[in-house]
Structure formats: structure tokens, C-alpha cells
């Protein structure tokens, strides 16, 4: 009997022993998991700030390319205008030359006319390069876009 009851303490320590480390297994994964939950929770958080910046980004290029296209479009008008004048001016020019009349003043106004035609495609072309920039820009931003949807699918197929 004293054998046998020998026998069970031995079984009953070691039973002791194995609850207690799976007791502290199971204290280990859970606080395990609640790290995990914490860190997805600040991921999820980050990713959304991630977007809403973006999305503000988007925004306002979206706006300076609104406003880039107005300028080019002003710009246009602009060149229209005064390559009208040009011409006008390159008639008066011919007609004061068949009179040789005031044929210094007509130069002149040409060359006005030309150099304001000159400054007016100069801004053009720069208002046109900024244009073409943003929307590049803006290629760049839908395309971080599409690869976060990526990450977000790939994120919630991982849960």
C-alpha cells in the first residue's frame, strides 16, 4: 500500500508539474496574443493614417493640376491674343513701310509684340511641363493606392 501510494505521489507530482507548465504555456501564448492584437491594432492605425495622407495628397494635386490646366488654358488665350496683335502689328508695319512712314515707331511696336509673344510661350511651356508633372504625380499616388488595397487584402487573407 505504502508502494502503491509512493507510486501515485510520484504520477501525482509529475501531473502537478505538466499542468503547471502548460499553465505557464498558456499564460505565454496569451499574452502572445494580446501582443499580436496590440500590433495589428497600431499596424491598422498607421495604415489608416497612411491612407488619409494620401488621400489629402491626392487632394491637393489634384487641385494644382486643376489649376495648372486653368493657367494653360489662360495662357493659350493669352498667346492667341497676342499673336493677333502680331499680326496686326506685322500688317502696320507693311503698310508703313509701302509709305515710309514712321518706320522706326513699327519696328519698334514689332518688336514689343514679338518679345511679349516670346515671354507668353516661355510660361506656356513652363506652365505645361508643371502639368504634365503633376500628372505624373498623380499616376504615382493611384498606383500607392492600388498596392495598399494589396497590402490590406493581403493583411486580412493573413488573419
Do not use: F, P, W, Y
Request: hydrophobic share 40%; aromatic share 0%; glycine share 2%.
Amino acid at each position: 500500500l505504502k508502494e502503491e501510494n509512493a507510486v501515485l505521489r510520484s504520477k501525482i507530482n509529475k501531473l502537478q508539474l505538466l499542468s503547471e507548465t502548460q499553465a505557464d504555456k498558456m499564460r505565454k501564448l496569451e499574452k502572445k496574443l494580446e501582443e499580436n492584437k496590440i500590433k495589428e491594432e497600431k499596424e491598422a492605425q498607421d495604415l489608416e493614417a497612411m491612407v488619409q495622407h494620401v488621400e489629402q495628397n491626392l487632394q491637393l494635386m489634384t487641385k494644382r493640376a486643376v489649376k495648372a490646366e486653368n493657367s494653360a488654358a489662360k495662357l493659350r488665350q493669352e498667346n492667341a491674343l497676342l499673336q493677333a496683335e502680331l499680326r496686326n502689328s506685322k500688317l502696320e508695319n507693311e503698310v508703313l513701310r509701302a509709305g515710309q512712314v514712321g518706320l522706326a515707331t513699327a519696328k519698334q511696336n514689332a518688336e514689343v509684340a514679338l518679345q511679349h509673344l516670346l515671354q507668353v510661350t516661355t510660361s506656356s511651356r513652363a506652365s505645361i511641363r508643371q502639368l504634365l508633372s503633376g500628372a505624373e504625380s498623380l499616376q504615382l499616388v493611384a498606383d500607392l493606392l492600388k498596392s495598399i488595397d494589396r497590402i490590406s487584402e493581403v493583411s486580412e487573407d493573413g488573419q
